[in-house]
Nanobody
Framework: QVQLVESGGGLVQTGGSLRLSCAASALTISTYTAAWFRQAPGKEREFVAG????????LYTDSVKGRFTISRDNAKNTVYLQMNSLKPEDTAVYFC?????????????????WGRGTQVTVSS
């Protein structure tokens, strides 16, 4: 059974940094496109960042460009999201997702493997 397990969330002040990790099991993450989504209370789940199968391509939502970086370590079967210059509006539950496609999807419906999420709270 495919499992994606997120970690690294927590409480941080405005301007701080966090690094989220997504550890995969029962799938070889190097052959999957991976992404991070987030969902704030009362809002829909939104795409944050994605990285292609080979890692050559990345994609970010406009609000995190220049602040967040998605990367992957295939040897560790893990995908990361480095988040810098955090803002209160980044507060949400962050989810890792993966799909067996070479392209980066930006909708939650395009992914069929999900983690349970990790809470990120940015205080003002």
């Amino acid at each position: 059974q495919v499992q994606l397990v997120e970690s690294g969330g927590g409480l941080v002040q405005t301007g701080g940094s966090l690094r989220l990790s997504c550890a995969a099991s029962a799938l070889t993450i190097s052959t999957y496109t991976a992404a991070w989504f987030r969902q704030a209370p009362g809002k829909e789940r939104e795409f944050v960042a994605g990285i292609s199968w080979g890692g050559a391509s990345t994609l970010y939502t406009d609000s995190v460009k220049g602040r967040f970086t998605i990367s992957r370590d295939n040897a560790k079967n893990t995908v990361y999201l480095q988040m810098n210059s955090l803002k209160p509006e980044d507060t949400a539950v962050y989810f890792c997702a993966a799909r067996s496609s070479r392209s980066i999807g930006q909708t939650s419906l395009s992914y069929n493997n999900w983690g349970r999420g990790t809470q990120v709270t940015v205080s003002s």
